[in-house]
Structure formats: structure tokens, C-alpha cells
């Protein structure tokens, strides 16, 4: 049966026992997880690289992308990727080793003529690609401009594309023109006053990630500050301290998110602001595209906070013991985290994935 919410779900695996296309759903709403057998039907171990106005971009077993509705069981068929898009490997060790990061981002934009338009983030440095379900000549098309910074983040903002480079850079495309390729109609760099955060939060201890969210008609930058080895009382450690001279196995210290700082666009100063409270709303993020809702319209969940997975793509797989446990509930107000769903494994794989309704 599909399932109908009317507010975001979290997608989690299920537990070991049940087959790779079992999933728990859990409602923030009554936080409460409903498991579903075979949820992506015919897409044999299906492995989630998106999720874009209440569908999923899903790879099956072979690499082959798919659209796909957990809501109504719906599911396009997208084209493959074109070897000029993948690294030059086997397609055994392609799938075997570099499936699961090969897509950092996907999101879904629908054009004029109500066509779905599928674009990611893709590869090593990441770059943009798009296709157009309905096209004739429907294939995978590389855009964008990676040869001055790689591509960290994408949402539909102003129904366009707008995307962020690790360079602080935002493009933002225009798909609805009237050739097939997309425009690009405005390149800018806003100024971002950081403060004190080198020190705060030094390379050598956090990484940094960056979304961008609409809210209100506003252009939102969210960064996350995550802890390199943070160690069970929620200190962030020197690797160098993982070992030492009386331990015979490293000290186990995941990754964690501590921080979050968010901004708000002024397109007339071009210039990022720094934001001090949501109000009365929420953002979800993570593999997700980010969003922001009105407190009004997801029950269970609090203003003022971040709702957010664990998308460390390259570190996640980096140790066996731990990865796609960085989710929580930020407060913006006090700078506190907690849980937000109970688990005892520090690993969780496949990694949560917020599936957010149209609904919304």
C-alpha cells in the first residue's frame, strides 16, 4: 500500500534480518517508524542518490538511475549515464566501489510543458549534469562551468536552478528557454563576513558543509560544522589523540555535526546576513533537497531548528564502524543538538533520507 503522509518522512534501513529493499519510514509526527517490505519493488538493491519534491532518484544494482514515488509506487526509468560522464574504469569496479558517491545531490525541476528535469552533482572534482524525462533524445548532459571550483550544493529557487561552489560562488540556471540547454543567467560570489570561525573551527579538526535553502521567496546558506573525531563526551579531538602509547586499538571517534550557521541572501548588497532565529519554521537537510516549511505544516516537529542527515559522502565509508550516523535536531536558539531517532549502531547504511512531500 503507498504510503500518503502529510509531512516529511525519514527513510532508514531496516533491520539486518529483512532483504535490502526493506525500509522503516519514520513520521516526526507521532515518532513513530513504519517498516515496508519490497518498497522499491523491481530495483534490486536500489541505493538512494536524491530526493526532490516527494520522489526518490534511485541507482539499482547495475547503475542505472530511476525516478522513483514511495508515496504513489511510481517509477520512471531514466537514461544511463555515458561513459563521457563516468570515470574511466570497469563497470564492475564502477558499481562495486564508486556507486555509492558517484551522485553527491539530485533534485527535480518540472518545466513549461510539465516535463521532469533530473539534475545532479556528480563525480570527482563534482560537476552538473541534467536530463529531461519526456525529451525524445533524452540523455544525460553535462553543464555548468566546474573548471572554476567544483559544485557542493543545487535547489529549484525562482523555478531555476540555482547552485553553490565550494568557492562561495552561486549560479543560477535557466532551463525553461527555448533550446534544450540550459542558460546561465546570473554568476556572483556574496560577500560572507566569517568571523572568528577559523579559529573556532580549525581545518584541521572540522569540515565544512554548505546547502542552500529557499524560505519565504529568501535565499538561504546553511554551513555545518562537523567535528573531524569527536569522542563520546562530544569533544572534538586531534587524530593524533585516537592512539596512544598504552592503547593497542585506536579510540573509536566519529564524525559529528556540532554547529550550524545561517544565512540570508541580500541580492541588492550582494552580501550573505547572518540569520539569529528561523521563526516559526524548520529546514530539513541532507542527501535531501533542502527545505524550509512552516512550523504549521509538520506536525511534532519544533521551530526554530534543523532537521538534518548524515551526507558525508567520502568520509562516510572511510571506517567500517561508523557512517550515516550524523543525523540530529539543531536549535538555532541555544546551540543544542539531540537525537533524532534512537539507535544503537554507529553505522547506518544505507544513510537516512528525508523524503519530503509535495504536499508540504
Known amino acids: 500500500m503507498a504510503l500518503i503522509p502529510s509531512s516529511p518522512w525519514l527513510m532508514l534501513p531496516s533491520d539486518q534480518e529483512d532483504n535490502s529493499n526493506t525500509r522503516c519510514f519514520l513520521s516526526p509526527a507521532d ?6 517490505n519490497n518498497v522499491f519493488h523491481d530495483l534490486v538493491d536500489a ?6 519534491q516527494g520522489w526518490l532518484v534511485v541507482l539499482d544494482n547495475k547503475a542505472n538511475p530511476h525516478l522513483f514515488s514511495p508515496f504513489s509506487n511510481a517509477k520512471i526509468q531514466l537514461p544511463s549515464f555515458p561513459t563521457d560522464l563516468k570515470p574511466n574504469v570497469p563497470d564492475s569496479y564502477f558499481v562495486q566501489n564508486l556507486l555509492k558517491h558517484f551522485i553527491l545531490k539530485s533534485v ?3 518545466d513549461n510543458q510539465n516535463k521532469h528535469i533530473v539534475v545532479v552533482i556528480y ?4 560537476r552538473l549534469a541534467f536530463c529531461m524525462h519526456g525529451d525524445n533524445n533524452m540523455t544525460w548532459t553535462d553543464f555548468g562551468t566546474p573548471r572554476s571550483g567544483p559544485y557542493c550544493d543545487i535547489i529549484c529557487y525562482n523555478n531555476q536552478i540555482y547552485a553553490l561552489k565550494d568557492n562561495g560562488f552561486v549560479e543560477a540556471w535557466n532551463f525553461g528557454g527555448s533550446t534544450l540547454f540550459p542558460t546561465k543567467i546570473m554568476s556572483f560570489r556574496p560577500v560572507l563576513d566569517v568571523g572568528d570561525n577559523k579559529k573556532l573551527f580549525p581545518r584541521d579538526k572540522f569540515s565544512t558543509q554548505s ?5 519565504m521567496g529568501e535565499l538561504l546558506l546553511v554551513n555545518r560544522f562537523i567535528g573531524n573525531f569527536v569522542n563520546s563526551e562530544g569533544v572534538v579531538v586531534d587524530e593524533s589523540d585516537l592512539l596512544d602509547t598504552e592503547d593497542t586499538q585506536p579510540l573509536v571517534c566519529p564524525y559529528r555535526t556540532k554547529v550550524f550557521h545561517v544565512y540570508k541572501l541580500d541580492f541588492s548588497r550582494n552580501r550573505w546576513e547572518k ?3 528561523l521563526g516559526e519554521r524548520v529546514i530539513f537537510l541532507g542527501g535531501n533537497q533542502s527545505v524550509s516549511l512552516s512550523i504549521r505544516d509538520v506536525q511534532g516537529c519544533e521551530s526554530n531548528t534543523i532537521y538534518y542527515t548524515d551526507d558525508n559522502w567520502y568520509q562516510m565509508n572511510e571506517d567500517y564502524l561508523y557512517g550515516g550516523h550524523d543525523c540530529g535536531v539543531f536549535n538555532l536558539k541555544d546551540g543544542s543538538s539531540k537525537t533524532l531517532y534512537q539507535c544503537d549502531f554507529e553505522r547506518i547504511d544505507p544513510p537516512p533520507f528525508w523524503i519530503i512531500p509535495t504536499t508540504c
Request: charged fraction near 20%; aromatic fraction near 14%; hydrophobic fraction near 35%.
Open 31 to 36: 515518532k513513530k517508524a513504519y517498516k515496508i
Open 123 to 126: 563525480g570527482n572534482p563534482s
Open 108 to 110: 527535480l525541476l518540472f
Open 211 to 215: 546547502y542552500l535553502v529557499e524560505s
Open 47 to 52: 541505493w538512494c542518490v536524491g530526493s526532490s
Open 275 to 277: 540569520v539569529e532565529s
